[in-house]
């Protein structure tokens, strides 16, 4: 099993910055593609942004120029700098990976999420 736990979340006011960390543990073998998804109250989840092992990364639109993606696989972690918040950012964020663990194949793993309000 592969566990993701997220941290950095939290209450900022419009034109602030956040950063998101997500750690990944467990009896990994392998991570590929990591990402940021997030849920706003009454709306589907949708990706915010994902990187592959390789860094290459891609970006909702409504995020690009605003939040960076990037990973360091030797701590198995993924952040997520957001930068230029607006109120329709918030919503509950959540860190994905797909990885192999030394008993199972490739598997999406969820983290629990981590709230980001962006209020003034």
């Known amino acids: 099993q592969v566990q993701l736990v997220e941290s950095g979340g939290g209450l900022v006011h419009p034109g602030g910055s956040l950063t998101l960390s997500c750690a990944a543990s467990?009896?990994?073998?392998?991570?590929?593609?990591m990402g940021w998804y997030r849920q706003a109250p009454g709306k589907l989840r949708e990706a915010v942004a994902t990187i592959d092992s390789s860094g290459d990364s891609n970006y909702t639109g409504s995020v690009k120029g605003r939040f960076t993606i990037s990973r360091d696989n030797a701590k198995n972690t993924v952040y997520l700098q957001m930068n230029s918040l607006k109120p329709e950012d918030t919503a509950v964020y959540y860190c994905k990976a797909n990885a192999r663990t030394v008993v199972t194949g490739r598997t999406d793993y969820w983290g629990q999420g981590t709230q980001v309000t962006v209020s003034s």
């Open positions: 467990g009896s990994i073998f392998r991570i590929y593609a």
